[in-house]
């Protein structure tokens, strides 16, 4: 029997009509949903009171899977089995990824990574669904009732790959994805930012095992994303090891066993959460040969020695101010998010660097969640859509376009557009009776394809045959809420159409999108002279397809032999000079201003012999068309 | 007349408007709908209407709008918790058939 919760004046669902909907933050470490009652965004615990699901899965021979706490307890004596930081590995191929990573196998399967363990090969969404379902199974049993679905958080820097790979995640767990939101834009939206405040805000996310920091603009319920930097290897853990190398290093580094590991990182993991109350802990662990070891840490030892790993956190900050060209007093607010915000100093140095108090309200292990349950309940329609029910919006981080001619990248959706947004933009054939188009669909800011990050592929077939430049052939590209992107290609004479769902093929890290900005604008005057060298080939190439298709048709009709052979000659010149630019690919640039100056010319000069040969064609067929008409007929 | 809460139920209900830091006290009403022909409503009030009566119980003030009050008198509500889940539960006299889902009865 359902229980009833307290709903907003005017706004109680009819029985049966209760949307349950949730937030679900889908961790590198821990995992946790939360869910809107009566008014207010909480985070759900399961029957022993904990919040925190660790986003850990056990594979065992016979089939059984161990989710959470019971599984994160096998890593130690049976690592090759169990999962954990799979959020590291989803919808990446395995060639990006550092084996070190993980303390399992990595093998390829489709192209991506994937895990060996007793049960068989996992992928990392098969992994992610374990969670999502033991998540799922929680909050149904708390709330009394199916879910109609969930928000699920990713950070930011998700490309296309790993935002799909995480919906096909909740998919194998049977929980519908209302929508996939960033992990610092629900941070935002926890503390209400996306009512009323417009600014600049920071999200400082020091996780379990990795940090993330985003700036955020925003304006008018949008949320752009100026910015994001980060390390992958860099979290709260990495505090408790610090403490463990101490701890060792003062009561002797001799006598300890493989099996005092847990127990001496248990021990350090608690000094260090009393010590954000308390200024010294005696910090004990028992030793597997029955001795009992004790150090008093205070809090001043633990600050020092937690003092580089804070300021490889600043320094990341630094660099997202500066990519974002942004000073740190320019900040409207910041945010604090992932429990190991909690120790007071990380909470100082963050207060240091930007002048200001950061927020810290709102429970820091559980404001993604909260900010995603938020969504998920206006998305539900529980909310009415007045001034508090605005869906805000994310943007795209990068450029989205295919390859043109030449190995050119036309950008159809430029970066930083809002999203949902479909964009369309139309394309012809190069060659004369050309019946397929081959789309190749890439994501990046340089010019050049070899330069950007190919997302997909795709052939539109059956146009029919004409002249080049005479098909009209639309390519839409459509981003929905989420993020994803499909593409589609419709021929329109014919009505042909082809259309993809971009796959998971590779993602990029934090960094790569960065540096993938960074040498756009390092690299956008080199760009740009390449871009119209490359044009110029094309040009070319054009002409002389078109001289060559001129010449077979009406030629030796039209031309005297010299006329011909000058023309031919010319060609050839053209044809050298494509051959000769083909062959210095990839010469410095400061050649290519003279190489697109070779080409004009040799084609300036094709077109010169070939004006006076063009013009006897037009009047050729001219003549062709009127022949034979009365003045009389001839249509004006 | 009389509506009451349980000393849990009322201790909910305060918590709920604290966090809220608005509102006047809890809105309570039947709508004709639902698989047993009529289902409760639980509201935070914002405001008091002409029609309105108002009870306190346990120190929170119990809004009912005048139609809804013949089926709601002598109605206790409880704060429950069954397993993971918990929640408000009407224990209405009037009613002489709840349907299964709790949310909706018959006089």
Known sequence: MALLQIAEPGQSAAPHRHRLAVGIDLGTTNSLVATVRSGQAVALADDQGRLLLPSVVHYDASGTVTVG??????????????????KRLIGRPLAELDPALVHYELVERHGEAAVRTAAGIKTPSEVGAEVLRVLKARAEATLGGELIGAVVTVPAYFDEAQRQATKEAARLAGLPVLRL???????????????????????????????????????RGVFEVLATHGDAMLGGDD????????????????????ADAARLARAARSAKEALSARDDVVMQCAVADGGQRSAVLDRATFESLGKPLIDRTLSCVRQALGDAALRADEVDGVILVGGATRMPQVKRAVAQVFGREPLTNVDPDQVVAIGAAIQADQLAGNRDAGANGMLLLDVCPLSLGIETMGGLVEKIIPRNSTIPTARAQDFTTFKDGQTAISLHVL??????????????????????????????????FQIDADG???????????GVQAHIEVKPTHGLGNEQITD????????????????????????????????????????????????????????????????????????????????????????????????????????????????????????? | MSISLTPKAAAQVRKALDKRCSGLGLRLAIKTSGCSGYAYALEFADAVN???????????????????????????????????????????????ATCGCGESFAV
């Open chain 1, 69 to 86: 706490e019971a599984a994160r307890e096998r890593l130690s004596d049976d690592p090759l089995n169990t999962i954990a930081s799979a």
């Open chain 1, 181 to 219: 939101l960033n992990e610092p834009t629900a941070a935002a939206v926890a503390y209400g930012l996306d009512h009323g405040s417009e600014g600049v805000f920071v999200v400082y996310d020091l996780g379990g095992g990795t940090f993330d920091i985003s700036i955020l603009r925003l304006t």
């Open chain 1, 239 to 258: 505090f408790d090891n610090v403490i463990v190398d101490w701890f060792k290093a003062q009561t002797g580094n001799a006598g300890w066993s493989t």
């Open chain 1, 443 to 476: 994501q990046g800011e340089r010019e050049l394809v070899s330069e950007c990050r190919s997302l997909a592929r795709f052939e539109l077939r059956g146009i029919p045959p004409m002249v080049a430049g005479a098909a009209r052939i639309r390519v839409t």
């Open chain 1, 484 to 494: 994803l992107l499909s593409v589609s290609a419709y021929e329109k004479s014919s």
């Open chain 1, 516 to 636: 993938m900005l960074r040498e756009a604008i390092d690299s956008a005057e080199s760009d740009a002279a390449l871009r119209m060298l490359r044009e110029a080939e094309v040009d070319a190439r054009r002409l002389l397809d078109a001289t060559e298709a001129a010449l077979r048709e009406d030629g030796t009709e039209l031309l005297s032999h010299d006329e011909y052979r000058a023309i031919v000659q010319r060609m050839q010149c053209l044809a050298d000079v494509l051959e000769q630019l083909a062959m210095d690919e990839g010469q410095q640039a400061d050649a290519l201003p003279r190489q697109r100056e070779a080409l004009q010319q040799a084609s300036a000069a094709l077109n010169q012999v070939t004006t006076e040969f063009a013009a006897r064609r037009m009047d050729a067929k001219i003549r062709k068309a009127l022949g034979g008409m009365r003045l009389d007929d001839v249509p004006c």
């Open chain 2, 50 to 96: 002409d029609d309105d009566v108002l009870f306190e119980s346990e120190g929170v003030n119990i809004v009912v709008d005048a139609r809804s009050l013949p089926l709601l008198d002598g109605t206790q509500l409880d704060w429950t918790r069954e397993g993971l889940n918990e929640g408000f539960r009407f224990h209405n006299p009037n009613a002489s």
